[in-house]
């Protein structure tokens, strides 16, 4: 299936209810990015923000007992209306 812009998409779920009336798509090239964690959270009345990190070098640490030293390294800041975040805890089916 094809978008007004010609982009191919597939159907994900379709939700027929008051207030949650939608048709869900997945683009066939959907861009992905890798994390290994969550490195904070911010939540406000309008926009929340969630921001995801990656390891990105493992070193031994001065002190053995710590155990191996990760540098992590920020790789994405996603932001949306904490309405629609909040939602997004609710299943959808």
């Known amino acids: 299936m094809s978008d007004s812009r010609g982009t191919s998409r597939s159907p994900v779920h379709q939700s027929r209810e008051p207030g949650r009336n939608f048709d869900l798509y997945r683009p066939d090239a959907l861009p992905t990015v890798y994390v290994d964690g969550i490195a904070g959270m911010g939540a406000g009345a309008a926009i929340s923000h969630i921001e995801f990190f990656a390891i990105v070098d493992l ?27 909040l939602e997004g805890f609710m299943p959808i089916c």
Do not use: A, W
Not at 60 to 66: E, F, G, T, V
């Open 59 to 85: 070193q031994q640490d001065s002190d053995p007992n710590l155990g191996p030293l990760e540098t992590r390294e920020i790789k994405l800041r996603m932001t949306m209306p904490t309405l629609q975040f």
